[in-house]
């Protein structure tokens, strides 16, 4: 009897975990991976599109493309989720499994902060990528403000590569010295985990001219006098802004009866949710690492390992580390690299590998492997 296997979501997590149990169960697999895009996107490659580097064409992997021994995709809407029964529904049918796997990522709530629709930017999506690669070419001059809105929130090294691909942006185009750039940001430091990390931002803010405005979110903008109101009320006058929305689960996944304070909670060792045969891998979880791609693939090779375990009668595999690597775009064509380490001992640990054109290599291996290895491409 094959294993009945559904995944919900194709990012990061859901295409490494289909692709490991196809590798390694192929004909004894029968795995359903449903997703209601018709292709992936890297998260870093909306960079590319923001500043026009890459065309938004040229960033995506068209799903069909995927042809792996047991594994099927489905482009389709989930409209339900009974992790009871381990059944989902779909705009076009209903589906069982043996094992369910959650990996719907994270979704953007623009409304939850006023005035972000009428009067700034978002770069998270592909789509606000998209728009801002035709707004950036208009703005030369004035206070342009990277913000968050709220947290946790996606690779929180992005806003900081933002601010710093920014300048990078107006000094090609000769008119740096007529604009500012601020960055607000949660946290007391860029990258918390990693010292190294976030003092060699901080210097290169320093270095650039560009703000730090530490321990903050952005609560509302106002459209009218063009100012963004912070957590303390502090105003901060704008000509561009450019945010980062609060996240919150697919409103599917909190209609589920899974979430407890906004998030699917997992055993940290294993991902396994409450409900038995049900798993809850990358941004859509509580687990304690940061929302970003790299996390959600170790989360999914721990749980491709416990299955493939289960139906071969052997050991369990040791338990989730949280570890991961990061790549920092720090502008003139150079990219660092932060590893960290969030469950393994009592705090989170991170090493910083210096920016350096060969990481920009290293960084390109990266997607392409990924490509590869996922898409056959």
Not at 118 to 143: C, I, M, Q, W
Not at 263 to 288: C, H, K, M
Request: one cysteine or more; proline letters at 7%.
């Amino acid at each position: 009897m094959k294993l009945r296997v559904l995944v919900l979501g194709a990012g990061f997590g859901g295409l490494e975990l289909s692709t490991i149990l196809s590798e390694a169960l192929a004909d004894r697999l029968d795995l359903t991976l449903i997703d209601k895009s018709p292709s992936f996107v890297f998260g870093f490659s909306k960079l590319d599109v923001m500043f026009g580097r890459k065309a938004p064409d040229a960033v995506r992997l068209a799903y069909r493309t995927i042809v792996k021994p047991g594994v099927r995709f489905l482009q389709e809407a989930i409209t339900a989720i009974n992790p009871e029964a381990r059944r989902v529904t779909t705009e076009n049918g209903t589906y069982d499994a043996d094992v369910l796997v959650v990996a719907l990522g994270a979704d953007y709530d623009i409304d939850a902060t006023p005035g972000l629709a009428e009067a700034g930017n978002e770069f998270y999506s592909v789509a606000g990528a998209e728009r801002l690669r035709d707004v950036l070419p208009t703005f030369s001059k004035g206070h342009a403000i990277v913000g968050v809105t709220s947290a946790p929130f996606k690779c929180p090294p992005a806003p900081s590569e933002a601010a710093l691909l920014l300048h990078d942006h107006l000094a090609a185009r000769g008119v740096r010295n007529a604009c500012e750039i601020s960055l607000v940001m949660p946290f007391g430091l860029p990258i918390p985990p990693s010292p190294a990390t976030s003092r060699a931002l901080l210097a290169a803010f320093a270095e650039r001219g560009i703000t730090f405005v530490p321990n903050r979110v952005v609560r509302a903008l106002d459209p009218v006098r063009r100012v963004a109101i912070l957590d303390d009320k502090k105003e901060m006058p704008y000509d561009l802004f450019l945010g980062i929305p609060k996240h919150r689960v697919p409103d599917v996944v909190a209609a589920s009866g899974m979430t407890e304070d906004g998030w699917i909670p997992v055993n940290p060792e294993n991902l396994r949710t409450r409900f038995p045969g049900v798993y809850a891998i990358g941004d859509v979880t509580s687990v304690g690492t940061p929302k970003a791609g790299v996390f959600s693939e170790g989360a999914a090779r721990v749980v491709a390992a416990s299955l493939i375990a289960e139906a071969r009668g052997g050991e369990q595999p040791r338990a989730y580390t949280g570890a991961g690597s990061c790549y920092v775009e720090f502008g003139g064509e150079r990219v660092a690299r932060v590893d960290v380490d969030f469950l393994s001992g009592p705090s989170p640990t991170g090493s910083f590998v210096a920016p350096s054109v060969a990481l920009v290599s290293e960084k390109q291996l990266f997607g392409s492997s990924r490509r590869a290895r996922w898409f056959g491409q």
